[in-house]
Structure formats: C-alpha cells, structure tokens
C-alpha cells in the first residue's frame, strides 16, 4: 500500500519561475573565487594551487594542493582567517579523503534550495536496493545521498534550532513512506515537545499514537526491548540469525508447520510465528527524556543499540542540546553513524562528530553525515514544508486506518509475568465473550482482535486454560472451547 515515487503528486517541485532559489554561481563568478583564494592563501605564506572545484548548491569546494612540508595543520588553522579575507560567513577546511588535497568549502553568494519532489524521483531513490532507504539530500557535486537505516543501523541527529534537523527528519520519514508500506514497516514516534512528529498522528504505519508523556516514552522504549528480545526467541526456534532470514523461511509453511508441532510436543505450548515488519522508533528530542529518566533511557537505548538490528528494529534520534548529558558516551559509543547540522560551538560539535566543523555549517539543512568511520560528508538536505507533510499524511489516512498496540505505553506492555496481585487481565473478560461468540481461539487471534502485544495475549491464554473456559493444545496445537 505504500506510495511509488513516480506518483509522488503530494510533494511540490521546485518552482520554476523561482529564479533566485534556482540560480546558481556563473561559470565566471567561480573563476573569480578561485583566484582570489589562491591570492588569499599566497598572503599566509602558503603556495597552493587549485586543481579542481566543485560547485554545489549551497557551497563550492575548492581542492588545492600544497608544496611538500607544508603541514596540512596550517592550512586547517586558517579556516577564521580565510573567511575573513573572502568575505564568507564562514569556511571548512578539511582533508578530502583519498586524495592528496585540502578541500575549501566557501558558501556561494546565491544559495540554491534542494527540493524533496527531485529526489524522490530520482534513480538513486527510485531504484534503490537498500531496505530503509532514507534521502539525506545532495552532496556538493549534486550527487543525491540515499542510505540504508538497516545497515547503519541507528541514526543519532544534533542540530540547533533554525537548522534544517526537523526538516530532515521529515525527509527520512517521507522517504520510508513512500518505499513501504505499513505491512512492511512500523514506527514508534516519540516527541515530548509536542511539535515535530504529531502531524504523523494515525497514519497506518504507526503501532501507537504519537507518545508525548516522556513516562509514556520510557514503556514504549521498553516495550521495544521486549519486542526485540522476543523476536530473537521466534527466530532461534527457525535457527535463523535475522529479520530477512525470518521472511524467508515463513514461505517454507512445511517446516513452519513442523517447528510449530515440535514446540507443542516438546514444550506444552503452540507458538505462532508472524510476518515481522521492521520497526522505527524515531525520538525527536532526546534532552527531554533525560530530564526524566535518564539512565533508564540510556539503558534502553544501549540494549537497542546493541542488539536490535538483527530483528529488524531501528532508532533514529536527534536533539537540539548535543551536550554530554543528552549525548552520553554510552550513546555515543553505540551509535556510530551521526549527522550534525549547525550547532552552536566547537564543543558541541565534537560532542556529536568528535570533530570540529559543525558549527561552521550555515543553516537550513547543511549538515555534516559521519558514515561511522570517521569520515565526513558534507550534505545539503532537501527542503519539505509543513503543507507537503500534512497532505502526504491525509492521503496515507484515507488509504487505511493505524492498528494500534494498546499496551505499548503501559507497564503491561513491558511486564513479562502476570499482575503483581495475580487478578485477571481487565480484557479477559471480554476475551471470554469472545470466544463463546466466535467458538475459536488462538495467541494470534487475541492478538489481532485486541491490539495487544503477544506476552500479554499469551497470558490471556494461560488464565483462559487454568480456568477451565479452553482445553490444552492438542499435538497439532488446536485447543478445545469448553464453554458455550
């Protein structure tokens, strides 16, 4: 059910008689700027030569080579200096990787806005293998940065306000909507700011309403980790090592059927075994959960940082406040691909890259993506507004309804053993009536009917047996309905 992006009517395209935001620097004007930085890096003792720029829509880089002995180091420290002596809000310096040269990022007089719409239809988006395909946007060559969420596998975002993160995120999101379908993939949405994420309120893909409470986002983190751990149970008994791997063999409904008839024999218990979509769990400002509980946060995110990318469960989160209180080191160390947009200081911006450079960055969607190695890339983010989102969500809405978990946000949804008080789950009642109207029962089937997870539908039927209303499952996991 998801959107193709060749019918991507909802996103705008870049409007053509825009000529200011379409305009680019001229050929000559490059020239120009190429001269006058090699006349400027002369004035610091420095005999650079230009052999190759690169024109972008926001910056252009300038790759120079510098006589032999020459400490890249010095060239770096110059970064405040040249800026000044090119009238440029601010340069990057940095070594380009895999070549012997320095590359000087200048911003361009004009700046160009990158549109979504452009990249959504293009071939690197369009025809992309990855399996969460998010676009990040354009590099400086123009080169449209598509990746791959399941590969990274976490994404950790930083940027203040007024610097493209919230669009981005935007862009990430709209790029799995229009790949997947809300078979294919589900999303947690955290955002105690109640300003980011609650356009996406009921789309389909969604497993509970957009959580505001940080105590409400505290269980739905846990609920991820029981939900992780209990995937990993399902996928050892198929003696596969990942979600894709899981897929797979459900095809194979033979050796489902004998797996399911092994359980029941060996362990008392039928053991249903369900398509898996991937899950997202997007937090839109993590400083606020830490107000509230931070180590119970950070041992969340660890255990899912660590584990869950074989069962297919996937974190992106961003913060305005990338200080080492937000960015713990445990987060840091557990996720390794980042991206920055403009912060505030150098500080900050080692905080989240463990680099300089970030704060150097101009705003509206420039970001730096660290690709996990260390290496950065610089990229330019494309632009959405808030109009383009609400009428893709409208759209998804009309097309179908979310099915919500309803104990994600709950202590029962993170609870794997029965109530403290040992009463009866408050749905069993109506789990009874249920059953003496439809004369059938099964985890699954409690499951889908209720919106409830499988620890507490698999309870359910424990009470359900110990009570007298279903008989134990039978060698071919069928159980009896002893009520009427």
């Not at 403009?342 to 993506?369: C, F, H, P, W």
Request: with cysteine; aromatic share 6%; glycine share 6%.
């Amino acid at each position: 059910m998801g959107f193709e992006a060749k019918d991507a009517i909802a996103i705008e395209d870049s409007p053509p008689d825009n000529k200011e935001e379409r305009s680019s620097m001229s050929t000559q004007e490059i020239k120009e700027l190429a001269i006058r930085l090699e006349q400027v890096i002369k004035e610091f003792g420095i005999d650079g030569k230009i052999v190759n720029i690169q024109p972008g829509p926001v910056v252009t880089l300038f790759e120079i080579t510098i006589p032999p002995g020459v400490k890249t180091s010095k060239v770096i420290s110059l970064e405040t200096d040249i800026a000044l002596r090119m009238k440029a809000f601010s340069v990057r310096i940095a070594v380009v990787p895999g070549k012997d040269v320095i590359g000087i990022e200048i911003p361009n007089q004009k700046r160009k806005t990158v549109y979504l719409r452009k990249l959504l239809e293009h071939k690197a988006f369009t025809k992309s293998e990855a399996a969460l395909p998010l676009i990040l946007g354009l590099e400086i060559s123009g080169k449209p940065v598509v990746v791959d969420l399941a590969t990274m596998p976490h994404l950790l975002v930083a940027g203040t306000t007024g610097s493209g993160k919230s669009v981005a995120i935007n862009d990430m999101i709209l790029s799995l909507l229009y790949k997947l379908s809300p078979q294919q993939c589900k999303m947690i949405m955290i955002d105690p700011k109640m300003l980011e994420l609650s356009i996406y309120q009921d789309i389909p893909h969604l497993l509970t309403p957009v959580v505001t409470d940080p105590k409400k986002a505290i269980y739905a983190l846990k609920w991820a980790v029981k939900q992780m751990e209990h995937r990993y149970n399902l996928m050892s008994y198929l003696g596969v090592r990942n979600i894709s791997g899981y897929n797979a063999k459900l095809k194979d409904i033979s050796a489902i059927s004998a797996i399911k008839a092994s359980i029941l024999e060996k362990e008392g218990y039928e053991l249903d075994f369900p398509f898996m979509p991937y899950i997202i769990v997007i937090i839109d400002e993590m400083a606020d959960l830490m107000l509230v509980a931070g180590k119970e946060i950070e041992a969340a995110v660890q255990r899912l940082a660590q584990m869950a990318r074989a069962a297919g469960i996937h974190l992106i989160m961003a913060t305005q406040r990338p200080s080492v209180d937000v960015i713990t080191g445990t987060i840091k160390a557990n996720f390794p691909t980042r991206i920055s947009f403009q912060v505030s200081s150098r500080i900050d911006s080692n905080t989240i890259l463990g680099d300089k450079g970030a704060e150097q960055l101009l705003g509206k969607g420039d970001m730096l993506y660290m690709m996990g190695v260390g290496r950065l890339l610089r990229v330019h983010a494309p632009f959405v507004s808030d109009k383009e989102v609400d009428t893709v969500v409208s759209i998804l809405k009309e097309m179908a309804t979310p099915e919500y978990i309803n104990d994600i946000t709950t202590e029962k949804g993170t609870s794997e053993s029965k109530n403290e008080d040992d009463h009866l789950d408050e749905l069993y009642d109506e789990v009874v009536n249920l059953i003496k109207q439809e004369q059938k029962v099964s985890t699954s089937y409690i499951q889908r009917r209720f919106q409830i997870g499988y620890n507490r539908a698999a309870r359910i039927i424990e009470s359900l047996e110990e009570n007298g209303v279903i008989s134990k499952a039978s060698a071919t996991g069928k159980r009896e309905i002893l009520i009427s």
